[in-house]
């Protein structure tokens, strides 16, 4: 078997500071014979040099496309538009599997070239459970966010910060706030709930028992709400249109953690673009107002303590990296979504 060759991409986001693997975890890899070839970033969080002293190969920035073909290549965000056909193995988030946006364009460039996808949202145990991800920290920064926004000192452009300067800020605001997170038992929800009490609110808590008979009445008259739910079958929406155009309605401030936009499985279909770290907040609605904070990449805006996060519950998974277990399910699961596209495609084989 070929020795196993990792190689940290540049994310091609010039808002991404995050990596799945900080340096750190990448030494303990070294240490254990695995290749690690890192990326020139300026935006990454960690600077090279760390890679560097901890043992990994440096090249420069979106090398990866003639790397070795038995190279994994690991990042977490989309790759750029070029090449049109991938020939590695690639990890990260490709967001590709429920119909969203430019998720068929990027499965045609895997066939193409022969490559795979090992979708990082599908790395999970055998009961199903994601074995590393960032969701505590996307639900922590989309409640901070919100409730800066509601209570009007929301800077902006954003920028990254650190969590004892984001509590700080949180603390320091001030206001009553009648609050509700969805979906608060999982790690997005947790994180979420953990940011508003930062900031002194105690939210209303729902999760399955509560949204499978929706009260849309008690929803609407919370003034801010998270949503954390990512559901893997089409629901009922949370919220529509009609209920956005209610006379009576008291929300006034929505995050929408898991932005599913675009997804026929998404609960919050009353908006069709993202927000971004530019413009973080859009007017959905006039009267009554209701603002909107809709961002992909959330924990980006927290980058030193997401990447820490993530990289140790990544790193068992790579270091036993193969094609049985959680690589294999997700090796599997690519193919499958292959066969639902209707697009095919054989077997990846790096001899």
């Known amino acids: 078997m070929t020795q196993l060759h990792l190689w940290l991409r540049h994310e091609s986001r010039s808002t991404e500071r995050r990596t ?38 440096v090249t420069t920035a979106g090398s990866w496309v003639t790397a070795p073909r038995h190279a994994v290549i690991v990042g977490l965000k989309e790759l750029p538009d070029r090449p049109t056909e991938l020939t590695h193995r690639h990890i990260f988030f490709g967001h590709a599997y429920k119909g969203q946006p430019g998720a068929e364009a990027l499965l045609h460039r895997f066939v193409a070239g022969g490559g795979a996808l090992l979708d990082l949202e599908y790395l999970v145990d055998d009961e199903g459970r994601r074995l590393a991800a960032f969701g505590y920290w996307a639900g922590y920064i989309g409640a901070a966010l919100a409730v800066l926004h509601h209570r009007g000192v929301l800077d902006t452009p954003l920028r990254p910060t650190g969590k004892e300067e984001l509590e700080e800020r949180l603390r320091a605001s001030g206001g009553e706030v009648s609050a509700l997170v969805i979906g608060a038992l999982g790690r997005s929800g947790r994180g979420a709930r953990v940011a508003l009490g930062e ?46 155009d209610d006379p009576d309605r008291g929300l006034r401030t929505l995050s929408d953690v898991t932005v599913d936009v675009g997804s026929p499985m998404n609960v919050l279909p009353i908006y069709d673009t993202t927000t971004d770290w530019e413009h973080p907040v ?67 084989d790096d001899d």
Not at 203 to 226: F, N, S
Not at 321 to 340: D, I, N, S
Request: proline letters at 9%; aromatic letters at 6%.
């Open 20 to 57: 799945p693997i900080v340096p750190s975890d990448a030494a303990r890899l070294v240490e254990n014979g695995i290749t690690l070839t890192v990326e020139e970033s300026p935006q990454r969080i960690f600077p090279t040099q760390e890679y560097e002293a901890a043992g990994c190969r």
């Open 199 to 244: 900031a002194g609110i105690a939210p209303t808590c729902w999760d399955l028992a509560e949204t499978r008979d929706l009260d849309r009445r008690a929803l609407l008259d919370h003034e801010l709400m998270v949503n954390t739910v990512l559901t893997t079958r089409p629901v009922p929406p949370f919220l529509t249109d009609k209920d956005l």
């Open 282 to 348: 859009r007017r959905l609605r006039e009267r009554p107002p209701l603002d909107l904070i809709a961002i992909d990449n959330l924990p980006s805006l927290l980058p030193r303590e997401a990447s820490t996060d993530f990289s140790g519950s990544l790193l068992p998974q790579l270091l036993d990296f193969g094609v049985t277990g959680p690589w294999g399910r997700c090796l599997a699961r690519f193919h499958e979504a292959l066969r639902e596209s209707g697009i095919g495609g054989g077997e990846f």
